[in-house]
């Protein structure tokens, strides 16, 4: 079978993998246990590669806040540039297109958007025959411009006051273009590149659909994508704990600022009452934080930008976290509550994120003294062992770390041999390490059987699964795998478990002696 058709299809086969040889318990879960959980990802909080037939409706679905393009003068055959990348007037004078003349829209509407710079700043003008400049901080009505589309990548550019934009011979962008310009070479047409889309979250959703149109689409899904029948499911497959990633917002339901839609706080109610009633536990993750915390759709970043890191942003934070501590503390079903998902390291530093930590700590515990405190690791160039050495606190505190065989250049051009490996002889040696060390327990909350092998076997593809869950069983704390559903009908769970049910066993053969 080719490995492109049985992506995922390990997905749920964890579930078989129920005898454990278990040294460590959680407080709170049965005797002699640890979690064994699943992630409820592109629930609450949305991934559009999880489901991304939520975004099919939106008008102008590839010009979604986030998105990066350029304009190329088809009369001057040059592209729009941001001098310096922004801070100064705009040029209509490069031959080849980089970071300077990549902009990044703020949708407005439909056909209305704002243009940000790779620095931050937005293009601004003021009145007809103004020289358009990258000077603005911030976006109003002067930085908001209108976009007529030509179905051959062709387009026009308005001002709010209805001035056509166009390139000048000395290679100036103004808005004094007379009349209507036509779709031929004229100096007010520019061909338009997309150069990524690649943001499909919270944000672009509900800006792309406005508000009405997404409350619908939302209400949809949060009915229908995970009910009581998948708790069910889970209990009877030997799942104990549940990761459910929340957004910032769910804090001021049911009318949070736009563009975000209430009802996430009814539906993570709903979980709660179902996992209470299949004997399952739950784990709160604020998933999405104030200004995004690292810049990926699944924080409802609105551009790709990091701006978690400002007081502001910081102190909601931990209102969100205060309202979740003090409304779920005395419910049966809480395990624990993370109080930040994957922190960029490039971007959050150490001396903002700890005292955040600290603080996040010292509210859950004015609500609960049991319930488990947990904190992620930072993404990209961080060891979590900085965490350990920050004192957060002293009781039920736990470390989050995610394991991935993805999204990291190292790994592409891995064997699978060389991927398994590379579980036992960095995973494995960690894991323990951190096992041992004086604080908080150890849990693998993100981890999928994917990898980026494309030559592999279903044989290596198996080995690569069963290599995981025994190495993360180690972890004091358990494991989450994620995630639950999508789209596609070969990772939904229910097709995998009983499509491809590995009977995957901690008794089998070790890979390597």
């Not at 020289?131 to 976009?147: C, G, M, N, Y």
């Not at 979980?271 to 299949?278: M, Q, R």
């Amino acid at each position: 079978m080719e490995l492109v058709i049985r992506k995922w299809v390990f997905a749920f086969s964890l579930f078989s993998w129920l005898i454990f040889s278990v040294a460590f318990s959680v407080e709170g879960l049965d005797e002699d246990s640890k979690v064994r959980g699943v992630n409820l990802g592109g629930w609450l909080v949305l991934e559009g590669w999880i489901k991304s037939s939520l975004f099919e409706g939106i008008p102008n679905p590839d010009m979604l806040d986030g998105t990066q393009v350029t304009f190329k003068s088809v009369k001057l055959q040059k592209y729009v540039c941001a001098e310096n990348g922004g801070g100064s007037d705009i040029s209509v004078n490069r031959d080849a297109a980089s970071s300077w003349e990549t902009f990044t829209l703020w949708r407005v509407s439909e056909s209305e958007f704002q243009f940000r710079t790779v620095q931050g700043q937005f293009l601004s003008c003021y009145g007809n025959g103004c020289v358009v400049s990258a000077t603005a901080k911030s976006a109003s009505s002067t930085e908001t411009f209108q976009i007529e589309r030509n179905n051959d990548g062709r387009v026009h550019i308005k001002t709010k006051s209805g001035a056509y934009l166009q390139a000048t011979i000395d290679n100036q962008l103004v808005t004094d273009y007379p009349g209507n310009p036509g779709w031929d070479d004229n100096a007010s047409t520019f061909e338009m590149s997309i150069v990524a889309n690649n943001l499909h979250g919270d944000y672009q959703l509900g800006n792309g659909y406005g508000h009405n149109k997404a409350k619908e689409v939302l209400e949809r899904h949060r009915s229908t994508f995970i009910d009581a029948g998948d708790f069910e499911f889970l209990h009877r497959n030997g799942i104990n704990t549940v990761r459910i990633p929340v957004g910032w917002w769910i804090a001021y339901d049911p009318n949070p600022p736009a563009p975000f839609i209430g009802g996430t706080l009814k539906a993570l109610d709903n979980a709660f009452s179902w996992a209470h009633a299949y004997k399952i536990k739950c784990i709160i993750d604020l998933h999405a934080a104030p200004g995004s915390q690292n810049g990926m759709e699944h924080s409802a970043s609105r551009d790709g930008t990091v701006g978690w890191t400002t007081s502001e942003s910081v102190s909601q934070s931990l209102h969100v976290i205060d309202f979740l501590a003090s409304r779920y503390a005395n419910h049966p079903a809480l395990l624990g509550i993370e109080l930040l998902n994957e922190p960029s390291a490039a971007s959050v530093p150490l001396d903002i994120l700890v005292p955040y930590y600290k603080h996040g700590y010292q509210i859950v515990r004015k609500h609960s003294p049991s319930a488990y405190v947990i904190v992620c690791q930072r993404i990209g160039n961080a060891n979590p062992i900085e965490l350990y050495q920050a004192d957060i606190g002293s009781h039920n505190l736990v470390v989050d770390l995610h394991y991935y065989n993805l999204f990291d250049p190292f790994f592409v051009n891995l064997s699978p041999i060389e991927n398994i490996r590379f579980i036992y002889e960095s995973r494995e040696p960690q894991i323990h390490a951190l096992n041992d060390a004086k604080g908080p327990l150890v849990f693998i909350g993100e981890w999928v059987n994917e990898w980026n092998v494309t030559n592999g076997t279903q044989a290596e593809y198996q080995d690569f699964g069963r290599t995981q869950l025994e190495v993360y069983d180690a972890a004091s704390f358990g494991w989450s795998y994620w995630t639950l559903k999508n789209d596609r009908e070969h990772w939904d769970f229910e097709w995998n478990i009983k499509n491809n049910y590995l009977q995957l066993s901690k008794h089998s053969e070790p890979i390597f002696n």
